[in-house]
Nanobody, 124 residues
Framework: QVQLVESGGGLVQAGASLRLSCSAS????????MGWFRQAPGKEREFVAG????????SYADSVKGRFTISRDNAKNTVYLQMNSLKYEDTAVYYC?????????????????WGQGTQVTVSS
């Protein structure tokens, strides 16, 4: 089992940067595909980025390509989401999630473990 804790959210102006971190417990973190999702009020949870177990493959939603970067440090049991050039529409609660599948899946229904979320608010 994996327990996930996100941090790094906050209130920033449009154009600013934030780095989210997700710390995981458990010795098997390095075997999980990790994803970042977000959910704005009244909207469904959506895929933001994913990374495979080794960090050799990543995937991004079109809306964040070129602005966000996902990475992981298996030695520290941590996955990161570097967010640059933030926009008002990036405002949401951001969640990290762990999936036992080898492939990066964009559907939130496929992920097995979730963190509690961290709020990101971008003012225009």
């Amino acid at each position: 089992q994996v327990q996930l804790v996100e941090s790094g959210g906050g209130l920033v102006q449009a154009g600013a940067s934030l780095r989210l971190s997700c710390s995981a417990s458990g010795r098997t973190f390095s075997t999980y595909t990790m994803g970042w999702f977000r959910q704005a009020p009244g909207k469904e949870r959506e895929f933001v980025a994913g990374i495979n177990w080794s960090g050799s493959r990543t995937s991004y939603a079109d809306s964040v390509k070129g602005r966000f970067t996902i990475s992981r440090d298996n030695a520290k049991n941590t996955v990161y989401l570097q967010m640059n050039s933030l926009k008002y529409e990036d405002t949401a609660v951001y969640y990290c999630a762990a999936d036992q599948a080898l492939l990066i899946i964009s559907s939130f229904r496929e992920y097995d473990y979730w963190g509690q979320g961290t709020q990101v608010t971008v003012s225009s």
